[in-house]
């Protein structure tokens, strides 16, 4: 086991990680920019180094100050918890080049199955439906002839985006002649290469994902399905788990053809299968994502298996104890998470408690919320024996929890889990178009 990791983030991710590793024992580096300088994750690591200004590009994406901190400090492994480098196989190569064990799938194996349109071709092989689409597009020309041939509408997507972004609906050939352009410059910005692919639209239908882990022995574990429907222009407001639209016999079967299929990949970490639920009930695969999940904690929180330890270990060559029987999805499980609707200083915060309430935060009073990074704040995690009763959970905790000095989605994600619709379970991801 490591006895010293660097945790190359930020937020809540980083103060996440850093609390797995005191309770395994594990001694904690932490990098920071400028702009994070008095961040809740800097005050608990057990030493940390500034690596760059608050852009970032100058900081935490910049791989050679990430490597020579790791080398400061003298850390066997560094954790990259999710954004960032977290998918980048040209940073997991050269952790591997200076003996730094990368917490994550092997670099190889991460170019192969993070590619999000060579990934839907090697799915072809397994019992998972991609949804029809295209490889890497080498024109506009080629754009054009392979919307005419799936049928509009189409979406055209990034090869190496995440986060739900770097997406675009085209619903006609004009349209599209202005779009792929656009689509193929902000892919370049956004993730440093350009290359898009084009897949068909289904709709409406359910965002499903399946958590999985695997180990170097070539064992691979199913941690059942989420449920992230609850979308705002492709990003995440509120998951759940188990799916309130999948029933047994759909999920023990996806399962099986999940497992199976990672297990053809060599596959070592945690990873996330993501599909699209149409109204008949087919599951369309559509890409997998080689981290940790931003939603990892509904997971936790409904099979109590603790994801970030188990990543750790996972990479360090343990062997997972489990059998797919072990685990257990009983109850269920909600998560909101709470975003900083501008920049702002919180000057006061509470935190609601209670049985089977956790909340996942990396802000303190007197924390600045930074423009310059991701807008959340931190997540609220809701348990109970049934679905009805954890809904009833959050909306008393979204009652309760307060942050003063900046304004936050707190009252959307109340009015949200205070919706029929939502509390009936039978919803996707037209839910929150008009809103």
Same mark, same amino acid.
């Not at 084009?198 to 070539?218: C, L, S, T, V």
């Not at 909101?336 to 501008?342: D, E, F, G, S, V």
């Given at each position: 086991?490591?006895?010293?990791?660097?945790?190359?983030?930020?937020?809540?991710?980083?103060?996440?990680?850093?609390?797995?590793?005191?309770?395994?024992?594990?001694?904690?580096?932490?990098?920071?920019?400028?702009?994070?300088?008095?961040?809740?994750?800097?005050?608990?690591?057990?030493?940390?180094?500034?690596?760059?200004?608050?852009?970032?590009?100058?900081?935490?994406?910049?791989?050679?100050?990430?490597?020579?901190?790791?080398?400061?400090?003298?850390?066997?492994?560094?954790?990259?918890?999710?954004?960032?480098? $977290? =998918?980048?196989?040209?940073?997991?190569?050269?952790?591997?080049? #200076?003996?730094?064990? +990368? %917490?994550? *799938?092997?670099?190889?194996?991460?170019?192969?199955?993070?590619?999000?349109?060579?990934?839907?071709?090697?799915?072809?092989?397994?019992?998972?439906?991609?949804?029809?689409?295209?490889?890497?597009?080498?024109?506009?020309?080629?754009?054009?002839?392979?919307?005419?041939?799936?049928?509009?509408?189409?979406?055209?997507?990034?090869?190496?985006?995440?986060?739900?972004?770097?997406?675009?609906?085209?619903?006609?050939?004009?349209?599209?002649?202005?779009?792929?352009?656009?689509?193929? $410059? =902000?892919?370049?910005?956004?993730?440093?290469?350009?290359?898009? #692919?084009?897949?068909? +639209? %289904?709709? *409406?239908?359910?965002?499903?994902?399946?958590?999985?882990?695997?180990?170097?022995?070539?064992?691979?574990?199913?941690?059942?399905?989420?449920?992230?429907?609850?979308?705002?222009?492709?990003?995440?407001?509120?998951?759940?788990?188990?799916?309130?639209?999948?029933?047994?016999?759909?999920?023990?079967?996806?399962?099986?053809?999940?497992?199976?299929?990672?297990?053809?990949?060599?596959?070592?970490?945690?990873?996330?299968?993501?599909?699209?639920?149409?109204?008949?009930?087919?599951?369309?695969?559509?890409?997998?994502?080689?981290?940790?999940?931003?939603?990892?904690?509904?997971?936790?929180?409904?099979?109590?298996?603790?994801?970030?330890?188990?990543?750790?270990?996972?990479?360090?060559?343990?062997?997972?104890?489990?059998?797919?029987?072990?685990?257990?999805?009983?109850?269920?499980?909600?998560?909101?998470?709470?975003?900083?609707?501008?920049?702002?200083?919180?000057?006061?915060?509470?935190?609601?408690?209670?049985?089977?309430?956790?909340?996942?935060?990396?802000?303190?009073?007197?924390?600045?919320?930074?423009?310059?990074?991701?807008?959340?704040?931190?997540?609220?995690?809701?348990?109970?024996?049934?679905?009805?009763?954890?809904?009833?959970?959050?909306?008393?905790?979204?009652?309760?929890?307060?942050?003063?000095?900046?304004?936050?989605?707190?009252?959307?994600?109340?009015?949200?889990?205070?919706?029929?619709?939502?509390?009936?379970?039978?919803?996707?991801?037209?839910?929150?178009?008009?809103?």
């Amino acid at each position: 086991m490591f006895s010293k990791i660097l945790i190359a983030n930020r937020g809540e991710i980083a103060v996440r990680i850093i609390r797995a590793c005191k309770e395994m024992g594990i001694s904690t580096v932490a990098v920071y920019s400028e702009a994070d300088r008095e961040s809740l994750h800097v005050q608990l690591a057990d030493e940390s180094y500034c690596i760059g200004k608050a852009q970032a590009s100058e900081s935490y994406l910049n791989e050679d100050r990430v490597i020579s901190a790791a080398l400061v400090s003298k850390a066997q492994a560094i954790h990259p918890g999710y954004g960032f480098l $977290s =998918e980048n196989p040209h940073f997991a190569q050269l952790c591997k080049k #200076y003996g730094i064990v +990368f %917490i994550g *799938p092997d670099p190889e194996v991460m170019e192969k199955v993070g590619d999000k349109a060579q990934i839907k071709k090697i799915m072809e092989s397994t019992n998972l439906r991609p949804i029809p689409g295209t490889e890497a597009l080498a024109s506009i020309d080629e754009a054009v002839e392979s919307a005419e041939r799936i049928g509009y509408p189409v979406m055209l997507k990034a090869c190496f985006g995440g986060g739900g972004r770097g997406i675009r609906q085209v619903n006609s050939k004009e349209e599209l002649l202005k779009v792929y352009p656009l689509a193929v $410059s =902000e892919s370049e910005a956004a993730f440093g290469d350009g290359s898009v #692919y084009m897949e068909k +639209f %289904i709709y *409406p239908a359910r965002h499903i994902e399946m958590q999985i882990i695997g180990d170097e022995a070539g064992n691979v574990l199913c941690l059942g399905e989420r449920d992230c429907s609850i979308q705002r222009r492709h990003q995440k407001l509120i998951e759940e788990s188990p799916s309130p639209g999948v029933n047994e016999m759909q999920r023990q079967k996806l399962i099986r053809d999940v497992t199976d299929a990672v297990k053809k990949m060599g596959y070592s970490g945690v990873g996330t299968l993501e599909f699209l639920m149409d109204t008949k009930g087919n599951f369309w695969f559509m890409e997998m994502n080689v981290r940790l999940q931003v939603e990892h904690c509904v997971t936790e929180a409904l099979t109590r298996i603790d994801m970030v330890k188990w990543q750790i270990r996972t990479a360090a060559g343990v062997t997972l104890p489990f059998k797919q029987e072990d685990i257990s999805l009983n109850g269920s499980s909600i998560e909101c998470r709470i975003n900083a609707l501008a920049p702002g200083r919180l000057q006061a915060c509470h935190i609601p408690g209670g049985p089977f309430l956790r909340f996942d935060g990396g802000v303190i009073p007197g924390t600045m919320v930074s423009p310059y990074y991701d807008s959340l704040i931190g997540k609220l995690i809701a348990y109970a024996s049934t679905r009805e009763e954890a809904v009833r959970k959050m909306r008393s905790a979204l009652c309760e929890i307060l942050f003063n000095g900046i304004d936050t989605n707190i009252m959307e994600q109340l009015e949200i889990v205070g919706d029929p619709v939502f509390s009936s379970g039978d919803y996707d991801l037209t839910f929150m178009e008009g809103r």
